[in-house]
């Protein structure tokens, strides 16, 4: 069992920056893929970003291309996601998850989830 616990969510201004931190107890995040999702309300989850296990493939959606970067520390059993240049559209809850499969952006391949924390951006 690996437990997640998300952070660094909170309110900022578009513009802004924030970044979130995922720390994993229970067991290594380095043996699990990390993934970033998030759901706006109303909206269905959808992928954020995507880093495999060896810290070297990473996916980004193309709505945050450019302006997040996702990173983990192994040592740490954390994962990250800087997030500049937020926009309004960016709000949501942000969830982070891990999964045993190599590489993925399917939701239901995740095995683990923290529970989330909000991200809002006013214009």
């Known amino acids: 069992q690996v437990q997640l616990v998300e952070s660094g969510g909170g309110w900022v201004q578009a513009g802004g920056s924030l970044r979130l931190s995922c720390a994993a107890s229970?067991?290594?995040?380095?043996?699990?893929?990390m993934g970033w999702f998030r759901q706006a309300p109303g909206k269905e989850r959808e992928i954020v970003a995507v880093?495999?296990?060896?810290?070297?493939?990473?996916y980004y959606s193309d709505s945050v291309k450019g302006r997040f970067t996702i990173s983990r520390d192994n040592a740490k059993n954390t994962a990250y996601l800087q997030m500049n240049s937020l926009k309004p559209e960016d709000t949501a809850v942000y969830y982070c998850?891990?999964?045993?499969?190599?590489?993925?952006?399917?939701?239901?391949?995740?095995?683990?989830w923290g529970q989330g924390t909000q991200v809002t951006v006013s214009s």
């Open positions: 998850a891990a999964t045993s499969a190599p590489f993925t952006r399917m939701t239901d391949e995740y095995d683990y």
């Open positions: 229970g067991r290594t995040l380095s043996t699990y893929t």
């Open positions: 880093i495999h296990r060896s810290g070297v493939s990473k």
